[in-house]
């Protein structure tokens, strides 16, 4: 090769090709032959017009605008598809799954009061989370690529702990409480029950439950 021109062999009689190239029976496949990566090399070192420079270092020298304080803290989870965060002064601990005892007379069908269920040694409500919020979790599938780990999320409302099972803990979101977003109904659907808007780390969007009105729906379930 001279100059600046790439040979694009790959795509003449390589893989891309018609593979008529001696070579193939070697290396298989064009990327682990030494002109595919000679012509990679060429392409990023190949020579770039002023307009381009210009527009870039534009681009560059522009001031990233400077980040809101974070002042807020909330503990992040998933209930089948939805992220779902609670203020941090609401979360306890977090636990391992356990078996929930059912109530007599308490714990009927549909009812997002479950039972009880030990935490650390100590008798403790149990609260479906989806059904306190109408969440459909019928057929949700695991999450692709990763592990996820069912747990008690424990919740402490004055001094009486609720434990709701969840799909998953993300952790702590700490945000700046200017930047929460307002929740946005999707196409026929409401915002969740007891939204009080969205927040977001690097990893995950979440919807953040408004702690007085949760902390008002766990108690009306004990009554």
């Known amino acids: 090769m001279n100059g600046s021109v790439v040979n694009d062999c790959w795509r003449r009689i390589g893989v891309a090709g018609d593979a008529s190239c001696a ?3 070697r290396h298989v496949h064009c990327r682990n032959c030494g002109n595919y990566a000679e012509a990679a090399q060429r392409s ?4 770039v017009d ?5 527009a870039w270092a534009r681009e560059l020298a ?14 992040a989870f998933r209930v089948g598809h939805e992220w779902l965060a ?15 005892h059912r109530l007599p007379h308490r714990s009927s069908p549909g009812s997002a009061l479950l039972g009880i269920v030990n935490v650390g040694g100590r008798l403790v409500p149990a609260v479906s989370p989806a059904r306190l919020l109408g969440i459909d979790t019928d057929g949700v599938p695991p999450p692709l690529g990763r592990h996820a780990f069912a747990r008690l999320l424990v919740l402490a409302v004055r001094a009486q702990p609720f434990a709701l099972p969840v799909d998953e803990v993300h952790g702590v979101i700490r945000y700046a409480g200017a930047a929460v977003r307002p929740p946005a109904a999707t196409v026929g659907q ?6 009080a808007g969205v927040v977001a780390d690097s990893a995950i969007e979440a919807g953040l439950l408004d702690g007085p009105r949760l902390e008002r729906q766990l108690e009306g379930l004990l009554r």
Not at 50 to 54: D, L, P, Q
Not at 67 to 73: E, G, H
Not at 190 to 195: D, G, K
């Open 23 to 25: 070579e193939l029976a």
């Open 44 to 47: 990023l070192q190949r020579p």
């Open 50 to 54: 002023a307009a381009y420079r210009e």
């Open 62 to 75: 522009r001031p990233e605008p400077p980040p809101l304080p974070t002042d807020s803290a909330a503990m």
């Open 86 to 100: 609670v203020p941090l002064a609401l979360a306890q601990s977090v636990a391992p799954l356990a078996p929930v």
């Open 190 to 195: 409401a915002p969740l029950p007891l939204l």
